[in-house]
Every structure is written in C-alpha cells, then in structure tokens.
C-alpha cells in the first residue's frame, strides 16, 4: 500500500511520503490563495473548485479557510462556514447537505499514537524527519447546525438534524435530531418538531 492508501485506510503511516507532502503543500497554496481573495471575486469559484472539488451547489466558504487536502473532503447542498473554518481532512470528511458552520470551527481527523515511543518523530533511511500518525474519519449527516468554537474529532458521526453548541469537543457519535454540547460533547435534549 501507497503511504496515501494506508492514511486513507486508518492505518498508521507517513505523513512525509512525497505524494502527501505534495497534496499537502497544493491544499496549503490554494487555502492561502482563497483567503487572499476578496469575496466577491469570481477567481474564488475556481480555487474552491480545485481546493474542495467534491461539492454540491451553493457551497459557501466565507473565509479565512485551512485544508490539509480539501480532496478527501465532501460537502452536499447548500453548505455554508463561517469564519475561520479548519478541516484536517487526513481521512475522509463527508458533510451532509444543509449544513452550517460558526466561526472557528475545526475538523480534526488525525489521531497520533497514545505511546511517545511510537508518537515521536525519528529520521527516516534518506535524512528526512518524520512521524508516524493515522487518521479516523469524520461524517456529519444533513440539516446539522455546528455552532462557533466547536472542534470535531476523528472517527465521529454527527447524525441527521443536530445542533451542536458553542465551543463543543465533539469526541464521540452524535445520534440524529439531538443538541449536544460540552467538553466532551454530549446531548442535551431531544429536538422535538
């Protein structure tokens, strides 16, 4: 397996493998290149089409932005974030249609071993230094409302309908049509109709 096939699959790899480092570094420019921008400049469109290019229509990204790909990361209909908006999409990031940011809000996905002996960066055999990490994936179905401050750890699955409070950490599923807030996240209420 590809570094990015064993990242993709959860599986401990090296974040320093060429081709991820070239992802990485591509995500970084045209994040940077967005932010640069103003909003209503129509070269926006096209960085957001090379940046996230796996979208729905009306995807609205107010800026400043942060991917670490953007090419694992999937929006449905009608998404809009606020600013400041980070998503370390190392595994895949699929959000459901309807859904809206805060300002600040990130997306974490990476998840770095527990043991310092395996945590800790090391030189590899040609001179680079480097670490070992892997990632979980993050999905956040639709019509979910993630307030301001809320950061969104790897390996959870917000379920449909959700309002998530501000300055949540959000460590473990979310079932559908709950509020939820905390450090941890937990639910609150039910959201009745």
């Not at 599986?11 to 591509?26: C, I, S, T």
């Not at 729905?56 to 600013?83: K, S």
Request: a negative charge; charged letters at 20%.
């Amino acid at each position: 397996m590809t570094e990015k096939e064993k990242m993709l699959a959860g599986l401990l790899y090296d974040p320093n493998d060429a081709e991820l480092v070239l992802l990485r570094r591509k995500a970084h420019k045209n994040s940077r290149l967005y932010n640069n921008l103003d909003e209503t400049d129509e070269a926006r469109v096209s960085l957001l089409e090379e940046l996230v290019p796996n979208h729905g229509n009306n995807l609205t990204l107010q800026g400043p932005v942060q991917f670490d790909y953007g090419i694992f990361t999937t929006f449905g209909e009608n998404c809009y974030a606020n600013f400041n908006f980070t998503c370390i999409d190392c595994a895949t990031v699929t959000i459901g249609s309807n859904v809206f940011f805060g300002p600040n809000v990130s997306i974490l996905t990476p998840v770095h071993p527990m043991k310092w002996q395996e945590r800790n960066q090391y030189t590899r055999g040609d001179g680079v230094l480097t670490d070992k990490e892997f990632a979980r994936p993050v999905t956040i179905k639709d019509n979910c409302w993630i307030a301001g401050d809320v950061t969104i750890c790897g390996g959870v699955t917000i379920g449909e309908g959700c309002v998530i409070g501000a300055g949540s950490v959000v460590t473990r599923d979310i079932p559908a049509n709950v509020f939820a807030a905390g450090n941890p996240c937990r639910v609150i209420k039910q959201i009745e109709e």
